[in-house]
């Protein structure tokens, strides 16, 4: 179990509690301040990259001091963890409302709207959240006009889902200071601020999975496609057997690479059974 699982999860999943989906926590004003900010204020994000970037030609002491600091003030306002597909689902099941926005990190990575974001709530319509977030100046995100909170059925965003994952995207779920959760997206290394930010700068502002990949020797063809989506860079080819295996220091238990698998030769364990990989969050 992650920490948030226990913190916030009574020993359960965390993301699988709708009460940390609810409506009554938004009635903290700072909550509601953090989300009016972060969906306000794209500079921020932009201002974010120049100090990791300038964090890496900083001796590594310090590096590792400052990235502490990071990751336990991250903590406790905007944290995610990955969740495979099957998780997303579950979500989807019990949630009331789902709506599409378009992903600020790509907005400002890319200058481009691409809807990889769901703000998702426990209320009809999209709740509080979607109140908030209608009430945002979001002219930077998709022009003055915008109508842009697509509410989708469960069924809809469940599909939508899976486009995501055929395009290799990783699944993530995030607070809105901790332990609210206001949304799941769909994050790659090269154009998301958090996984450059974990991945890349090894910062830590997301979990791992609470499970592991693992693959089926007798199943492996060898054919490497898993390896192409991986962006953890966690599978491994052996050229004397002719298959790959996952590095389980490095896995965050996505399930990318599971469902690019024409073979069915990438299951998915329970990080807790697999020892070690159990303590690697
Ligand atoms: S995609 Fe499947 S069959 Fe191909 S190398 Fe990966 S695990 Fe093996
Ligand atoms: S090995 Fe598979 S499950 Fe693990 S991080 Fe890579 S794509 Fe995700």
Redesign the pocket.
């Known amino acids: 179990m992650c920490e948030f699982c226990l913190k916030h999860g009574e020993g359960k999943k965390w993301y699988l509690q709708a009460r940390n989906y609810s409506d009554e926590l938004l009635s903290d004003i700072r909550r509601r301040r953090m989300i009016e900010d972060f969906f306000s204020n794209p500079d921020r994000l932009t201002r974010g990259i120049e100090h990791l970037n300038r964090l890496e030609k900083t001796p590594k002491f310090i590096r590792s001091m400052i990235g502490r600091i990071i990751t336990g003030r991250q903590k406790k306002t905007h944290f995610g963890q990955v969740v495979p597909i099957e998780e997303i689902e579950k979500i989807f099941g019990f949630v009331s409302s789902i709506v599409r926005v378009a992903c600020i990190c790509r907005h400002v990575t890319l200058n481009q709207e691409k809807r990889y974001c769901y703000g998702v709530s426990m209320s009809p319509n999209g709740g509080e959240l979607t109140k908030i977030m209608r009430g945002l100046d979001k002219s930077f995100l998709a022009g003055p006009d915008l109508s842009g909170l697509e509410t989708l059925s469960k069924e809809e965003a469940v599909s939508a889902f899976r486009d995501h994952e055929r395009e290799g995207l990783c699944h993530t779920v995030w607070t809105f200071q901790s332990p609210f959760i206001g949304g799941v997206c769909n994050c790659d290394r090269s154009d998301c601020l958090a996984m450059r930010c974990t991945v890349t700068h090894s910062i830590p502002v997301m979990f791992r999975a609470e499970y592991i990949a693992e693959?089926d020797p007798d199943v492996?063809?060898?054919?490497?496609?898993?390896?192409r989506v991986c962006q953890f860079g966690a599978?491994v080819y052996s050229a004397s057997t002719r298959?790959?295996a996952i590095d389980q220091r490095r896995c965050y238990g996505c399930g990318i690479?599971r469902s690019?698998?024409?073979?069915n030769?990438?299951r998915l364990n329970d990080r807790n059974k697999v020892p070690a990989a159990a303590n690697l969050w």
Request: charge should be positive; glycine fraction near 6%; include cysteine.
């Open positions: 693959v492996c063809i060898g054919c490497r496609e898993c390896m599978i298959k790959v690479c690019l698998c024409k073979k030769a990438i």
